[in-house]
Nanobody, 124 residues
Framework: QVQLVESGGGLVQAGASLRLSCAAS????????MGWFRQSPGKEREFVAA????????YYADSVKGRFTISRDNAKNMVYLQMNSLKPEDTAVYYC?????????????????WGQGTQVTVSS
């Protein structure tokens, strides 16, 4: 089992920045690829970013490429999502997720463990 707890969400104006954090506990953290997903009311859960277990391969949705940066610190069992130049369309609940192995980073169905989510609201 892997337990995930997100933090760092909030209400900001368009153009601002936020940094989401995800604290992991349980099984060996470094063996898991980590992802961030988001979901807004009436929409399906959407891939945002992912990082492999070593931290040297990163993947982004086109909608956030160049604005968001995912990183991880295996020594601290932490994953981060730095979000810059936020837009109102980034408003959603953001979830941290963990999966074993590589590949299929974009599909939420492949992730076995999820946090409870943190709300990000961007006002125009």
């Amino acid at each position: 089992q892997v337990q995930l707890v997100e933090s760092g969400g909030g209400l900001v104006q368009a153009g601002a920045s936020l940094r989401l954090s995800c604290a992991a506990s349980g099984r060996t953290f470094s063996g898991y690829a980590m992802g961030w997903f988001r979901q807004s009311p009436g929409k399906e859960r959407e891939f945002v970013a992912a990082v492999n277990w070593g931290g040297d391969s990163k993947y982004y949705a086109d909608s956030v490429k160049g604005r968001f940066t995912i990183s991880r610190d295996n020594a601290k069992n932490m994953v981060y999502l730095q979000m810059n130049s936020l837009k109102p369309e980034d408003t959603a609940v953001y979830y941290c997720a963990a999966k074993l192995g590589g590949g299929n980073y974009y599909y939420y169905q492949r992730y076995a463990y999820w946090g409870q989510g943190t709300q990000v609201t961007v006002s125009s």
